[in-house]
């Protein structure tokens, strides 16, 4: 190629390598250089830090400038450059030298698309490779019968937190608490990276060594070198990277209180939590005006769960987050359907703080989360 095409390639080049940064977003480049009517390809992948150049048979360190060495002796270069959620592609000859990006995932406002009678943003075919790597998909490209309820799950979860994860600047720090197979970590972290094109950074802490394995092997099929998962007991997790986002979902019984927990004590901004079961205040709490209605097991076990999830907020409330419950998803899916979102504002909660107390005192309950971020009473 002639050197004004060569310069003008070298400018794109420079374009890219700052573009490329750290690596998180880069999938590969596939490069053909043209010859006549020969073609003569090439790749680059990653090679643990490093990138390595595969070309003519041969593998050898990359770099950018290489490239344009390379294409002075031909008469034409494609060069697709493959990041997560966009390719990039440069043409050079001697006539011109082109970029233009081509988004996979759009940030326009038709972000959904339907599977069946409902709209995901976590989207085949889109989303594909991760939705097969998680197990939600079969290899035959359809969604799997017995993961439809969970796919529901996670990507409605997403759908309710997403106007506020749209409003986030700068690198976003996620901590996924109990997260169990990650299903969410994975869902949450494609939305932030593919589709709004953000910068984050997502860990996942679970207790099970077996859990915490599988998603790191998962991390790294998908190429996701942004995501980090810690085998911890969240009682006792000192949190490395300190949280813009927390998220918990269906973390078994007092499981959510050491999630909110582990949130509260590490200053996260927001905390979007959908508990599961309760059992920890059915055996502890009394209310001797109620007793009658209350010596219906059923009754008393319902109105544990609604104390329960109830004593969660306003003690997120006391700890400076203002605090929201709303329905998380249709009954038809799961029986706990409930989403705590709470927002740090750091307002003073002294009214929170004597209302709790007031009804500890009255029902004799002393509930998990109270000793994890232990509030003491005005």
Wanted: hydrophobic share 35%; aromatic share 10%; proline share 3%.
């Amino acid at each position: 190629m002639k050197s004004n095409s060569i310069n003008k390639l070298g400018f794109y080049l420079t374009m890219l390598s700052s573009r490329y940064g750290n690596g998180e977003y880069f999938i590969e480049m596939k490069i053909n250089f043209k010859s006549g009517t020969k073609s003569f390809p090439a790749t680059v992948k990653k090679d643990g830090e490093e990138l390595v150049l595969t070309f003519s048979g041969a593998k050898q360190p990359f770099s950018w400038e290489k490239l344009s060495d390379i294409a002075k002796d031909y008469d034409a270069m494609q060069l697709v450059y493959k990041e997560r959620g966009t390719d990039a592609i440069i043409n050079a000859d001697d006539r011109n030298v082109t970029l233009r990006y081509d988004d996979i995932a759009p940030i326009e406002k038709n972000t959904t698309a339907t599977v069946g009678e409902r709209q995901y943003l976590i989207a085949p075919p889109k989303a594909n490779d991760l939705l097969k790597e998680i197990g939600i998909m079969g290899q035959n490209g359809k969604i799997k019968n017995d993961m439809i309820r969970k796919y529901n799950q996670i990507d409605h979860f997403v759908e309710l937190i997403a106007d506020y994860l749209k409003k986030l600047d700068g690198k976003i720090e996620v901590l996924d608490c109990a997260c169990g197979k990650s299903y969410l970590s994975f869902a949450l972290n494609y939305y932030l990276k593919d589709v709004l094109k953000k910068d984050c950074h997502v860990t996942g802490v679970d207790y099970s060594e077996i859990v915490i394995e599988a998603s790191k092997k998962s991390a790294k099929n998908l190429g996701y070198t942004n995501m980090t998962f810690v085998k911890a007991d969240l009682t006792t997790y000192k949190v490395e990277r300190k949280p813009d986002v927390v998220i918990s979902l269906h973390a078994c019984d007092t499981a959510t209180d050491m999630a909110i927990g582990a949130a509260i004590n590490a200053g996260a901004k927001a905390i979007f939590a959908v508990p599961c079961c309760h059992k920890e205040l059915l055996s502890q709490y009394s209310y001797e005006p109620f007793a009658p209605l209350l010596k219906y097991g059923i009754f008393k076990a319902r109105q544990a769960d609604l104390l329960t999830d109830s004593l969660r907020c306003l003690l997120l409330e006391a700890s400076g987050y203002s605090v929201t419950a709303q329905e998380y998803i249709s009954p038809v899916e799961t029986p706990k359907n409930l989403l705590i979102k709470a927002f740090k504002d750091g307002n003073n909660r002294k009214k929170a703080t004597r209302e709790y107390f007031e009804l500890k005192k009255m029902l004799g309950i002393t509930p998990k989360l109270e000793t994890l971020i232990k509030l003491e009473a005005e």
